[in-house]
């Protein structure tokens, strides 16, 4: 059974940072893309930024210069550095993993609050 862990959601003010990180736990198999999405109250998940195995990142528009997507392949960990946080970007964010052979996973969830 394998389990998207995330950590490092929580309140902060405009203009702070945030770092997510997630790890699927119970897997053996390779991971190809990794990512993370956000749904905000009354709207539609939609995509944050991506990344590939050989490191290929791909952002929204509306994310581009502030967050920075990473990975650890060693650790199986996918990251998010959250900067220069606006309150239009409170959401949940959720990650999104890609796992040979197993197929598609989501994380529970992590709530990012950007007080104005």
């Known amino acids: 059974q394998v389990q998207l862990v995330e950590s490092g959601g929580g309140l902060v003010q405009a203009g702070g940072s945030l770092r997510l990180s997630c790890a699927p736990s119970g897997s053996i198999f390779p991971i190809n893309a990794m990512g993370w999405y956000r749904q905000a109250p009354g709207k539609q998940r939609g995509l944050v930024a991506t990344?590939?195995?050989?490191?290929?990142?791909n952002y929204a528009d509306s994310v581009k210069g502030r967050f920075t997507i990473s990975r650890d392949n060693a650790e199986n960990t996918v990251y998010l550095q959250m900067n220069s946080l606006k309150p239009e970007d409170t959401a949940v964010y959720y990650c999104?993993?890609?796992?040979?052979?197993?197929?598609?996973?989501w994380g529970q969830g992590t709530q990012v609050t950007v007080s104005s």
């Open positions: 999104n993993v890609e796992i040979r052979v197993l197929g598609t996973y």
């Open positions: 990344i590939t195995r050989s490191g290929i990142t």
